[in-house]
């Protein structure tokens, strides 16, 4: 009898647990934060104090690891196809225009996955690790907090025109950019809140030199850009040379993560292009602007929902794709 009742309550776990095995290996193409609660109960854990440790060492990181996640989603989905290097008939998305000299923290991410492939191997994605980084980065640095859906694997391959043409560039039109958001899915609301994303880390001088000496052809510099800001930026960022010099984004508040891109927008020292055109060619985005300038208890909750929404961009799930053992190539 004892027998039958132990053999009873073992079928009974079986039936209460099958879907919860299901679900973990096949997630029907959706996401949720408890996907490694099984699995690998520390990951959230170990990625953000590498993460930490990484952003203690240097402050910049924080933005360099959240531009990386979205120029991972916007580029076949988040699918970690940016942190291939080239080889075999693999080109990096490492050598697009967005990414050439600029997109940086790779190193980072070896860190998080090799902590990761010696606590669970091969169980935690590139791109949930990405998608972790940059929540993380975002807290780190004062910004808001919000769970992270997992359970996306990772591509293998990679897509250099992809990169090219899909990541806006800090000199498209304003339409353009919006245009290049819908494609993924995103919208205005999203565009000017995740553009708060330059509330922190750098630019180089080539990112926004075109809007000091010639924004149009004509030898102008642009001027919906503050002049006397304009000349302050001359003097580190001249007609040639000095391409790679740095500068804060948000020269206000560089390493914090708050509306002060905001209010600088409205003040005319957006420092790109793509910034400025958020609050010159459009009433709605301009709306916008003017509301996370003035509340930041309003920027915050809706930078932490478009963050969700960008992280879910065409993720590969259940047996689509691969867990890579090494975010920098595919399985062999
Ligand atoms: C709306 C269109 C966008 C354009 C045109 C754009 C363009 C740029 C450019 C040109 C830079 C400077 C790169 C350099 O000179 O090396 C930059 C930096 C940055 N971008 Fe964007 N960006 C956009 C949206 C976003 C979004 C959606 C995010 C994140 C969700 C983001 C996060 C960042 C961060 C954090 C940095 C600083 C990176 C660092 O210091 O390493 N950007 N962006």
Known sequence: ?????????????????????????????????????????????????????AVAKEARMAASLLRLHFHDCF????????????????????????????????????????????????????????????RDSTVLTGGPSWEVPLGRRDSRGASLSGSNNNIPAPNNTFQTILTKFKLQGLDIVDLVALSGSHTIGNSRCTSFRQRLYNQSGNGQPDLTLDQSYAAQLRTRCPRSGGDQTLFFLDFVSTTKFDNSYFKLLLASKGLLNSDQVLVTKSKESLDLVKKYAAHNELFLP??????????????????RGEIRKNCRKINS
């Open 75 to 134: 580029v076949k989905g988040c699918d970690a196809s940016l942190l291939l290097d080239s080889s075999g008939s693999i080109i990096s998305e490492k050598r697009s225009n967005p990414n050439r000299n600029s997109a940086r923290g790779f190193e980072v991410l070896d860190d998080i996955k090799s902590a990761l492939e010696k606590e669970c191997p091969h169980t935690v994605s590139c791109a949930d690790i990405l998608a972790l980084a940059a």
């Open 302 to 319: 809706q930078f932490a929902k478009s963050m969700v929404k960008m992280g879910n961009i065409s993720p590969l799930t259940g047996s």
């Open 1 to 53: 009898m004892a027998q039958f009742v132990s053999f009873l309550l073992f079928v009974v776990s079986l039936i209460a647990f099958a879907p919860l095995c299901f679900s973990a290996k096949h997630n029907n193409g959706y996401l949720f934060p408890e996907f490694y609660d099984h699995s690998c109960p520390k990951a959230q854990q170990i990625v953000k104090s590498v993460v930490a440790k």
